[in-house]
């Protein structure tokens, strides 16, 4: 209790510091925690060495993936969703697709949105296993599957993901509807619920 105790002093002393805009002093005691092992400091040293590269002056070589990576190897989510997105800019698709699938187990949104993108795009990075199931991410596209994980995304995230997944998905799924069903019920839908919205607001400003 008192090694948690000390931690939590620590952190509260680092946040405060990044408050008063002292960003070498909150560097310095993230850094301590985070050698520590604790992941949230991990992950904040690696946020702060990224936002605010050129208000610190205590330069740690490649500060930011180095502790993104230790938190994420430590299981905190945000850190391994971070990873995920690094790796996939330098076209390690195969460890990245991993790292969003971690993300993901940990309850974290962009790990179902990432993977999602996987499918979208028909990119083969073989079998992962997301939330107990293994999904196969094969070469060819699999908008089935990228429905599946932004609706999951949707449905259990909160207002992040509701726009992060949620109107990608919409979007998704009106440009991949039959033209018939699109013609036929999407768009007389639209039209009417505009005319009721019309209505709605003349009858509002009448009264």
């Given at each position: 209790?008192?090694v948690?105790?000390t931690?939590?002093?620590?952190m509260?002393?680092?946040?405060?510091?990044?408050?008063d805009?002292?960003?070498?002093d909150?560097?310095?005691?993230?850094?301590?925690?985070a050698e520590?092992?604790?992941?949230m400091?991990?992950?904040?040293?690696?946020?702060l060495?990224?936002?605010?590269s050129?208000?610190i002056?205590?330069k740690?070589?490649?500060?930011?993936?180095?502790?993104?990576s230790k938190?994420?190897?430590?299981?905190?989510g945000?850190?391994?969703?971070?990873?995920a997105?690094h790796?996939?800019?330098?076209?390690?698709f195969?460890?990245?697709?991993?790292?969003y699938a971690?993300?993901?187990?940990?309850?974290?949104?962009?790990?179902?949105?990432?993977l999602?993108?996987f499918?979208?795009?028909?990119?083969?990075?073989?079998?992962?296993?997301v939330?107990?199931?293994?999904?196969y991410?094969g070469?060819?596209?699999n908008?089935?599957?990228?429905k599946?994980?932004?609706?999951?995304?949707?449905?259990?995230?909160?207002?992040?993901?509701?726009?992060?997944?949620?109107?990608?998905?919409?979007?998704?799924?009106l440009?991949?509807?039959?033209?018939?069903?699109l013609?036929?019920?999407?768009?007389?839908?639209?039209?009417?619920?505009?005319?009721?919205?019309?209505?709605?607001?003349?009858?509002?400003?009448?009264?």
């Amino acid at each position: 209790k008192a090694v948690v105790s000390t931690q939590s002093t620590g952190m509260r002393e680092a946040v405060k510091s990044y408050q008063d805009e002292k960003y070498d002093d909150a560097l310095l005691k993230y850094l301590i925690l985070a050698e520590a092992g604790v992941e949230m400091a991990q992950y904040n040293l690696g946020w702060l060495c990224q936002e605010f590269s050129n208000e610190i002056t205590h330069k740690i070589p490649e500060c930011t993936r180095i502790y993104y990576s230790k938190s994420a190897s430590n299981g905190y989510g945000p850190s391994q969703a971070y990873l995920a997105n690094h790796l996939w800019t330098k076209g390690d698709f195969y460890e990245s697709a991993r790292w969003y699938a971690k993300a993901a187990n940990n309850k974290v949104d962009e790990g179902l949105f990432g993977l999602g993108y996987f499918s979208k795009e028909g990119i083969a990075v073989g079998v992962v296993k997301v939330n107990g199931s293994s999904l196969y991410f094969g070469p060819e596209r699999n908008v089935t599957l990228t429905k599946k994980l932004w609706f999951d995304c949707f449905h259990r995230g909160g207002e992040e993901a509701a726009v992060g997944c949620g109107v990608p998905l919409l979007w998704l799924t009106l440009t991949t509807l039959p033209p018939s069903t699109l013609l036929n019920t999407v768009l007389p839908s639209i039209l009417l619920l505009t005319l009721l919205a019309l209505a709605v607001n003349r009858c509002t400003n009448s009264s």
